[in-house]
C-alpha cells in the first residue's frame, strides 16, 4: 500500500485480491478509508463496520477495567477482534478465535497480521461442534459467526446458549452480535432476548452501526 493507493481509498475502494473458499463464494481484501478490510459477497468481513461494532461494544462493557483472562471468538474471521484486543487496547488477555473458513484465516494472517499475536491461538472447526467438545472455560464469549447478513440458525437456540453458559466461568461475559437489516430480523431481535433471558437470567441489548443488535448476558452463580 502506497501513500497515492491511501489516498485514493478515501474517495473509491480499491480492489487488493479477490478468491473464493468453500464457504463464501467471494471474498474481496480491499483499501478503503486507509485501511485494508476484508468483505464478502453481501457483508464485511473483518476490518469496516464489524470492527466499529466491536470498538463500541467493549467501550460499553469497560473490558479494559477488568480485562478477561482468557477469552473464546466464535468466528475470528481474519482478526477484527483480536487486533481491537492485542493492537488497540493492548491487553494481555489468552485467546482462542473459531473459524470454520481457513481461506479466511489464510487472509487474515497475508493482510491482516493474524498469526502474530502471541497469546491467540486460532482454531479451525466449526464454533457449533467446538462449544459443544471443548472442555475449556472463558473469561468472555464473543461469537460473530454469519453468513451474509444472517446469523444461522443453529447459533441463535436455547441449546446453543446453554452449550455457551457451560463454558462460561462465573460472572463470566457473553457477547452475541445480531443484524436486524430487515423486518423478520428485527422481529428476531425479542426472541433472542427471551432465549438468552431464559438461560442467563439476565440480557442486555446494545444498539450500534443503526442495524447491528449486540446481546450481552452475564453468567450468575
Request: with cysteine; glycine share 6%.
Amino acid at each position: 500500500m502506497n501513500a497515492l493507493q491511501k489516498y485514493l481509498s478515501y474517495f473509491v475502494k480499491i480492489g487488493v485480491e479477490k478468491t473464493s473458499s468453500t464457504y463464501s463464494e467471494r471474498l474481496e481484501v480491499a483499501l478503503q478509508d486507509g485501511k485494508l478490510i476484508l468483505n464478502s459477497k453481501n457483508a464485511n468481513y473483518s476490518f469496516a463496520s464489524l470492527h466499529r461494532v466491536f470498538q463500541q461494544v467493549f467501550q460499553r462493557i469497560k473490558i479494559d477495567q477488568k480485562p478477561p483472562k482468557k477469552m473464546l471468538v466464535l468466528g475470528c474471521g481474519a482478526g477484527s477482534i483480536p487486533s481491537i484486543i492485542y493492537n488497540e487496547l493492548q491487553l494481555d488477555v489468552e485467546m482462542d478465535a473459531v473459524e470454520i473458513d481457513e481461506k479466511v484465516v489464510e487472509l487474515g494472517n497475508k493482510y491482516f497480521g493474524l498469526d502474530e499475536f502471541q497469546k491467540l491461538t486460532v482454531i479451525i472447526d466449526d464454533a457449533a461442534n467446538y462449544i459443544k467438545n471443548t472442555g475449556a472455560k472463558y473469561d468472555l464469549i464473543a461469537v460473530d459467526i454469519f453468513e451474509g447478513l444472517n446469523v444461522p440458525k443453529e447459533f441463535l437456540n436455547q441449546p446453543f446458549f446453554e452449550h455457551l453458559k457451560t463454558n462460561l466461568n462465573n460472572e463470566g461475559q457473553l457477547l452475541l452480535n445480531f443484524v436486524a437489516y430487515n423486518y423478520e430480523a428485527k422481529e428476531e431481535v425479542s426472541a433472542i432476548e427471551q432465549r438468552l433471558n431464559h438461560v442467563f437470567g439476565n440480557v442486555e441489548t446494545f444498539k450500534l452501526q443503526s442495524i447491528n443488535r449486540v446481546f450481552y448476558s452475564i453468567k450468575k452463580g
